[in-house]
């Protein structure tokens, strides 16, 4: 995959999880900011987790609870994916809003 089709894949999915956790926060009371990274914002208990294209390597990077998450684009998802655990990049921050909030939401 070359930088344009990695920045335009990378924009959708990003774009496409925004809108999804905007509308989750209205229900769950957290914040969900995106410009050029995608940061969410917890005020009880305090926690800030960060969704960020890095073109260089061509993945998307995950900052939550202490840890990076590292995903790659996979053709047959169509979407970026954890490569140990197959899981995509959607299911992963649901993943750690729900541990986070201590209560399972959807996204």
């Known amino acids: 995959m070359d930088e344009?089709?990695?920045?335009?894949?990378?924009?959708e999915s990003l774009t496409s999880l925004y809108n999804a956790l905007g509308d989750a926060s209205e229900d769950h009371g957290f914040e969900a900011d995106?410009?050029?990274?995608?940061?969410?914002?917890?005020?009880d208990p305090p926690a800030k987790f960060v969704i960020s294209p890095n073109a260089p390597v061509r993945q998307i990077w995950v900052s939550a609870h202490?840890?990076?998450?590292k995903l790659d684009w996979d053709p047959a998802a169509s979407a970026f994916v954890l490569p140990n655990t197959g899981q995509?990049?959607?299911?992963?921050?649901?993943?750690?809003v729900s541990q986070q909030l201590r209560e399972d939401i959807e996204l």
């Open 88 to 96: 995509t990049l959607k299911e992963l921050v649901e993943s750690a």
């Open 4 to 11: 344009q089709e990695f920045k335009l894949r990378a924009d």
């Open 66 to 69: 202490s840890r990076s998450y």
């Open 34 to 43: 995106f410009g050029g990274a995608l940061t969410v914002e917890f005020d």
